[in-house]
């Protein structure tokens, strides 16, 4: 069972992108509660089955903060899906990476988190990275679609804090689970007066970003229980770079010189961050020598 939280981020990552790159091709006929909907319903369905194949029970003590998740999560989906539907996939995405800034801050607050020294390093190179990526002299999307993903931002950190401090006494299915049931439960009073009847296609996309997406809530998830929660948060801004490799692919998005150092930049990132230990003893070994 891999146990690298960094690896495991950064595999979250790359399956989220999946998601959303077919979230914005079904957008341009679903609305965004509806999308939530199905994506909800069918992972509480998949990992429902999965936790009765493990035999994970479900706890009886620490309820209220498995609903308290349930709830971020929710918000953070409805958000990032609505941001989605109304602006380019790759501002959607460059603000809803803006939550390791709020992660770093409610880590430190609530679960008295400290960053890693390595990492005091790295930052630079991440920050660097993502504003060459991000390109803030030509982004214009200045608007309450924007406000409202960069809310996505801040209920998505609100949501990885929950998971550090859940993991230690439940499992990650449960997690999911109630990640997933709040999500369903959530999203159906607001689809109820723009409900569209899929067509076969759109419910095939459908079915697809649900299972896609419990596939990378799952990673995701187990990241949160082997890592610290700002190692995690910074790592994921790879899936910036993954957003652009699907806008070139099947969009014809062609990133710029800028844009490839940008991602040059995070992936040497993070690739550093999954072998900290390896490179902090290497730096240790070179005070001693040098001492």
Request: hydrophobic share 55%; glycine share 6%.
């Amino acid at each position: 069972m891999l146990k690298n939280g960094v690896i495991l981020a950064v595999l979250s990552s790359f399956v989220f992108s999946i998601m959303n790159a077919l979230v914005k091709e079904v957008s341009l006929t679903i609305p965004y509660a509806e999308s939530v909907f199905f994506r909800s319903l069918i992972g509480t369905i998949i990992i429902y089955f999965m936790m009765k194949k493990k035999r994970v029970a479900f706890s009886k003590k620490g309820v209220p903060m498995l609903a308290v998740r349930g709830v971020f999560g929710a918000l953070y989906l409805l958000a990032y899906f609505y941001t989605i539907s109304k602006i380019p996939l790759g501002d959607a995405s460059i603000l809803a990476h803006l939550s390791p800034f709020f992660a770093v801050i409610l880590a430190s607050i609530f679960l008295k988190e400290r960053m890693p020294k390595i990492l005091l390093y790295l930052m630079p190179l991440v920050v660097l990275g993502a504003v060459m990526l991000i390109k803030p002299q030509h982004f214009s999307t200045y608007s309450m679609f924007a406000f409202i993903g960069i809310l996505s931002a801040f209920f998505a950190a609100c949501a990885a804090t929950s998971i550090r401090y859940l993991s230690k006494k439940h499992h990650a299915y449960e997690i999911v689970f109630y990640f997933l049931v709040t999500g369903t439960v959530v999203s159906v009073p607001l689809m109820w007066n723009e409900f569209v009847v899929p067509t076969p296609i759109d419910l095939l996309y459908l079915i697809c970003i649900g299972a896609v997406s419990l596939l990378g809530q799952l990673f995701l998830t187990s990241a949160f229980t082997h890592e610290n929660v700002i190692v995690v948060e910074i790592t994921r801004y790879i899936g910036i770079v993954f957003n652009v490799m699907w806008g070139f692919l099947f969009w014809a998005e062609i990133p710029d010189a800028q844009t490839v150092t940008g991602g040059m930049l995070i992936v040497t990132a993070c690739v550093l961050l999954s072998r900290r230990k390896e490179v902090e003893g290497r730096i240790k070994s070179v005070k001693l020598m040098k001492g």
